[in-house]
């Protein structure tokens, strides 16, 4: 058995010697199954989460309501759920409210797809009611049940479908995507927040392509909240190499390509975070410049490594060009800036304020801007006494003026 099994395995061994059922479950035992990375172990239980308490001595109310509790083992945590039944599912959305219950099959069966529905004792046998391992011999995307109605219980599922195809590469079973086709609409009751969340695993998902065509195909995009929710943008990106672009350089490729006045309001149309919000519309302004005109040294020292090299990926991938050997000299360059950053500067204002003796003003900065270009064009190295005397001898051409 894996060993991020063997770590959770006490937490099975004392529930059960409490006289519960407990079971590895869900995308851990799906993952086990395909030998893929498993990141976190997911423990289902016929306790329930007062019960899980009372046996662990550290525990964390994660999810109460719905069951889960966090239990903190040797420094790292682990959800157990109750078995639950989800029933009172209200205006397609997840169920306000859940019933607990003692039977695992009934728990299996509230889960969305049957690759996700399989349990795992603690000697390592599958318990899968739903056939979840004959569809990943099949390479099969199924809904537990009907897909129409597991559909219209939670319509985050249309997504989710989407998404572990781009993870696993698998398709969509032929009922199971007549359903996505029809309940394509049902997305829009879905809060953005949860849509972006499966999104963003779509957008890094290996299979991205086949996932984007297969949301293209059912429609299922239209129910996005912008930039990728257009067909020209969607067939423009699926005639490109974006195997090898990740997330962030996506979002970069669909906002360029939708070319809007406003790219910061479509990207908070998709809740992205505002961190990366901003790093993205800083990449759109380099990339947009980039495609008109050749790196100079400011410029890749202005956009900084990250930037630069996002930027360049992009412009070879719409240029249907291989990127490897131009990052290659973008990072050699990098490699050869005596500073990446003003903070790299080994003097500070007062040093300039003690050298000059005059007082603080708007000339600080264009001596600042100034210095930086000296010492990044090598015309000065980045040492104080050197410094020092360029600084007295600087003339400030603003004044001159
Ligand atoms: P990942 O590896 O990306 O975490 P996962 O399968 O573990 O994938 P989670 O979102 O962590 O996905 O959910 C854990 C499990 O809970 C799933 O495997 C599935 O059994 C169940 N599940 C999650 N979301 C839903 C949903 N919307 N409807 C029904 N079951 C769900
Ligand atoms: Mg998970």
Same mark, same amino acid.
């Given at each position: ?18 006289? @519960? ?16 990375? =498993?990141?976190?172990?997911? =423990? ?31 420094? #790292? ?9 989800? /029933? ?5 959305? $997840? %169920?306000?409210?859940? /019933? ?14 049957? =690759? ?33 109605? #597991? ?5 985050? $599922? ?48 290996? @299979? ?7 949301? $293209?195909?059912?429609?299922? !995009? ?5 930039? !990728?929710?257009?067909? &020209? ?68 020292? #202005? ?19 291989? %990127? ?5 000299? =973008? ?10 950053? $003003? ?24 001596? !600042? ?24 001898? &600087? ?7």
């Amino acid at each position: 058995m894996n060993k991020v099994f063997l770590l959770a395995k006490p937490i099975i061994h004392q529930l059960k010697a409490a006289g @519960y059922e407990a079971y590895y479950v869900g995308g851990a035992v799906r993952d086990y199954i395909l030998k893929r990375d =498993i990141h976190d172990v997911d =423990i289902a239980t016929s306790a329930t989460p007062a019960e899980v308490k009372a046996i662990f001595p550290k525990t964390v109310d994660v999810g109460i309501e719905h069951g889960t509790i966090l239990v903190i083992l040797e420094g #790292r945590g682990y959800e157990v759920t109750t078995f639950r039944a989800d /029933t009172n599912y209200v205006d397609f959305r $997840r %169920p306000e409210t859940v /019933t607990f219950i003692r039977s695992l099959e009934e728990d299996l069966q509230r889960r969305d797809f049957t =690759i996700n529905a399989m349990a795992m004792d603690e000697e390592g046998k599958i318990i899968d009611p739903f056939h979840g391992q004959e569809a990943i011999q099949n390479k099969q995307i199924k809904t537990v049940g009907s897909p129409a109605e #597991r559909f219209g219980e939670d319509a985050l $599922r249309l997504m989710r479908a989407v998404r572990f195809v781009s993870q696993l590469g698998f398709e969509l079973d032929a009922t199971t995507e007549q359903a996505l086709i029809k309940h394509a609409p049902l997305l829009q009751h879905i809060a953005i927040e949860r849509i972006y969340a499966e999104m963003e695993k779509l957008l890094t998902g290996k @299979y991205k392509k086949l996932a984007l065509q297969l949301a $293209r195909n059912t429609q299922l !995009f239209h129910f996005w909240p912008s930039i !990728f929710n257009k067909e &020209w943008i969607l067939d423009q990106v699926l005639d490109m190499a974006i195997q090898r672009l990740n997330g962030s350089e996506l979002w970069l490729l669909g906002l360029y390509l939708e070319a809007d006045e406003d790219p910061q309001n479509q990207l908070k149309k998709w809740k992205l975070p505002a961190k990366e919000i901003k790093k993205l519309i800083r990449a759109l302004s380099f990339l947009k410049w980039r495609v008109k005109n050749n790196w100079t040294t400011i410029q890749l020292y #202005r956009a900084g490594s990250e930037i630069a090299t996002m930027v360049e990926k992009l412009v070879c991938v719409l240029h249907h060009q291989e %990127p490897e050997a131009n990052i290659a000299k =973008i990072k050699k360059e990098f490699a050869d800036f005596p500073i990446l950053h $003003r903070s790299q500067l080994v003097i500070s204002g007062n040093d300039i304020l003690q050298w000059i003796k005059k007082s603080p003003g708007s000339w600080m900065g264009d001596l !600042f801007d100034d210095l930086e270009m000296a010492i990044l064009n090598k015309e000065i190295p980045n040492q104080r006494e050197m410094i020092r005397k360029w600084v007295e001898t &600087w003339k400030n051409p603003s004044k001159d003026k």
